[in-house]
C-alpha cells in the first residue's frame, strides 16, 4: 500500500487524489491526513520530505515521491502511462501549461489564505495579499479568454488541476466569486465537478 500524506483542505492534495481516483488507484492509496503551515513542520511528514510540504507520497518500498507534479506523472505511468499526461505533443503542452497555471492559481491562493488566517495581524501586510489575489484573477481571465481549452469530454492531468483551483476558491474564497464575468469556465466547472472523482475528495477543515 502507497501511504499519501496529505490534508483534507489541501488543493494540491486534491489533485492527486482526483488523478488516483481518474487512474482507478485510490484504494491503493492509505491518506494520511497532516496538520502542517510553513512555520508548523509535521515531524512524519519532514521525515519523508525535507521540504515538509503536502502532499508526500511514500511508495510501499518506502521511498517517497513531491511534490503533486511528479506523483501525478508516477501515478499516471503506475497506471499504463499517457492517461493524464497526454502523448501527443500538442495536447501535452496544452495539458502541462494549463497544470502550471492551476497550481500558480493554487500555490497564490493558499499564500493568501496563510496571510489571513496565519500570519500574525501586526505583520500582515495588506497589499502583498492584493497581489496575491490579483494574480488568481489574472490568471482565471486568461483562461476564460481561451476556453477552448476547456474541452469538457476530456480529463488530463492540466484540467484536474483547474477545477481542484477553483474547488479551493469557492471553499475558502467563496465571497470573491470567482464566477462573475467567467462563465465558460463556471460552465465547465459545473459539469467536471460532479465528476466521482471530484465527489469524493471535496475539501474540507480537518477536525482533531
Ligand atoms: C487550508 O486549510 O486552506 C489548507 C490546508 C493545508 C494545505 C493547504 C491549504
Given at each position: ?55 508526500t507520497l511514500v511508495r510501499e518500498d518506502g521511498t517517497p ?139 474540507r477543515d480537518l477536525v482533531a
Amino acid at each position: 500500500m502507497m501511504r499519501l500524506h496529505t490534508h483534507p483542505a489541501s488543493p494540491f492534495g486534491r489533485k492527486v487524489l482526483v488523478a488516483a481516483h481518474e487512474l482507478g488507484l485510490a484504494a491503493e492509496i492509505k491518506v494520511e491526513h497532516r496538520k502542517v503551515s510553513p512555520v508548523e513542520p509535521h515531524p512524519e511528514v519532514v521525515a519523508d520530505n525535507p521540504l515538509g510540504k503536502l502532499p508526500t507520497l511514500v511508495r510501499e518500498d518506502g521511498t517517497p515521491l513531491v511534490d503533486s507534479r511528479v506523483i501525478c506523472e508516477y501515478l499516471d505511468a503506475r497506471a499504463g502511462g499517457g492517461r493524464l499526461h497526454p502523448e501527443e505533443p500538442e495536447l501535452r503542452w496544452r495539458a502541462l501549461m494549463l497544470q502550471a497555471l492551476a497550481d500558480g492559481m493554487m500555490e497564490a491562493s493558499v499564500l493568501a489564505r496563510y496571510e489571513t488566517v496565519l500570519r500574525p495581524e501586526a505583520l500582515r501586510w495588506p497589499a502583498w495579499l492584493e497581489h496575491q489575489k490579483r494574480k488568481v484573477a489574472r490568471t482565471l481571465d486568461r483562461i476564460e479568454q481561451q476556453a477552448q481549452d476547456l474541452d469538457p469530454e476530456a480529463v488530463h492531468i492540466g484540467l484536474i488541476a483547474l477545477a481542484c483551483a477553483l474547488g479551493y476558491l469557492d471553499f475558502r474564497f467563496a465571497e470573491d466569486g470567482w464566477r462573475q464575468g467567467r462563465p465558460r469556465l463556471a460552465a465547465w466547472f459545473e459539469r467536471f465537478r460532479t465528476r466521482p472523482a471530484m465527489q469524493a475528495t471535496l475539501p474540507r477543515d480537518l477536525v482533531a
